[in-house]
């Protein structure tokens, strides 16, 4: 089944640039969608097909999908934006969604 | 606006079922399949299945498979999941999510504030 990679932590200084990463075969050729995830809360669409932003999120947000890896971009970061950060695409093999194991952004 | 309000925190004994319910509203109901998702505490997201308010059928990720059981009344734009015999390893937060699709793929675009599932002795 196909798998999707994350780095379990990613640290930055507020008013940094955050990259978080999500890997997987020739992800490039799917469409990966973010969720955002503070604690004790539901997860949140951030970015969608690999760089939509849903009306409501920051133009901090941004995302981009090429080769082997997709890429979740947070500008200007700020102690708000601490959270899990988790990847999915939806495999069309299995016909279900799959989600990465998830990125801890600290700030 | 869309929300999907999920019934409260559930402590059960091993081998119990439990059933959560996740009531819509600020859509039409019937034009969006339901998802279920789990997180372990501290643990990723784990995707259980879905439900097609419209026609009412379901698929399910083959770990569930003969225990979960989804369905909807339409009557209130509530959609439930039914996890039966439960064991210690099921204690998790269960969360809903509305689909939306993109390019022709599901999107989960709006979640519910989730369910807190106990299994204990």
């Known amino acids: 089944s196909y798998v999707l990679t994350q780095a379990p932590s990613v640290s930055v200084a507020p008013g940094e640039t955050a990259r978080i990463t999500c890997g997987g075969d020739?992800?490039?050729?799917?469409?990966v969608h973010w969720y955002q995830q503070k604690t004790g809360q539901a997860p949140l669409l951030v970015i969608s097909?690999?760089?939509d932003r849903p009306s409501g999120i920051p133009e901090r947000f941004s995302g981009s999908n090429s080769g082997n890896m997709a890429i979740l971009t947070i500008s200007r970061v700020e102690a708000a934006d601490e959270a899990d950060f988790y990847c999915?695409?939806?495999?069309?093999?299995?016909?279900?969604?799959?989600f990465g194991g998830g990125t801890k952004l600290t700030v | 606006q869309v929300q999907l309000v999920q019934s409260g925190a559930e402590v059960k004994k091993p081998g119990a079922s439990v059933k959560v319910s996740c009531k819509t509203s600020?859509?039409?109901?019937?034009?969006?399949?339901i998802n279920w998702v789990r997180q372990a505490t501290g643990q990723g997201l784990e995707w259980m299945g879905w439900?097609?308010?419209?026609?009412?059928?379901?698929g399910y990720a083959q770990k569930f498979v003969g225990r979960v059981t989804m369905t909807r009344d339409t009557s209130t734009s509530t959609a439930y999941m039914e996890l039966t015999s439960l064991r210690s390893d099921d204690t998790a937060v269960y969360f809903c999510?509305?689909?939306?699709?993109?390019?022709?793929?599901?999107?989960?675009?709006?979640w519910g504030q989730g369910t807190l599932v106990t299994v204990s002795s």
């Open positions: 999510a509305r689909v939306a699709y993109g390019s022709g793929e599901p999107i989960f675009d709006n």
């Open positions: 600020g859509y039409t109901f019937s034009s969006s399949d």
């Open positions: 439900m097609n308010p419209y026609s009412g059928t379901s």
């Open positions: 020739k992800v490039g050729n799917k469409n």
């Open positions: 097909e690999n760089d």
């Open positions: 999915q695409i939806w495999s069309s093999t299995s016909d279900h969604p799959v």
